[in-house]
């Protein structure tokens, strides 16, 4: 599970460092949210500790399995597929896990705590900075 990383990938320099707990990328379409998780994705391939979930491959049904087998979790676009439900799943799961949801804008959270980042362009890097 690599939830911290500063290295040169596919010819961009990449850091970010994600800690347990929820983890929350927001920006608007264009940003690097996906381009940011596709890159994660290829860094933890074969980890048997790591899951992205996306709208294509979420299922209810799953979640659960895959909440309590893996430590590293990333929604890519939540906003398309986030319920309530499943928001309380998360959370009732992220004290000693790591979680990133990626999304537009922020998601109403009643008041539960997380993390909020941004990720940032730069030329050849890309940043994820704490908003």
């Known amino acids: 599970m690599v939830a911290k990383y500063c290295g040169d990938i596919k010819g961009k320099r990449l850091c970010y460092d994600f800690q347990p707990g ?3 990328i ?3 379409s264009g940003t690097g949210k996906t381009y940011l998780y ?3 994705r290829s860094i933890n391939i074969g980890e048997t500790d790591f899951a992205m979930i996306d709208w294509q491959n979420y299922t209810l049904l799953s979640l659960e399995e895959v909440l309590d087998r893996c430590n ?3 929604f890519d676009n939540a906003e398309l597929y986030m319920t309530e439900e499943l928001l309380k799943k998360i959370f009732h799961s992220a004290e ?3 979680i990133v949801l ?4 922020l998601m109403k959270t009643r008041d539960r705590k997380f993390k ?10 890309l940043v994820v900075i704490a908003k």
Do not use: A, H
């Open 22 to 24: 929820l983890n929350v």
């Open 26 to 28: 927001t920006g608007n």
């Open 38 to 40: 596709k890159i994660i």
């Open 72 to 74: 590293f979790i990333i």
């Open 96 to 98: 000693n896990k790591v």
């Open 102 to 105: 990626t999304l537009r804008g």
């Open 116 to 125: 909020e980042f941004l990720v940032k362009r730069d030329g050849k890097e």
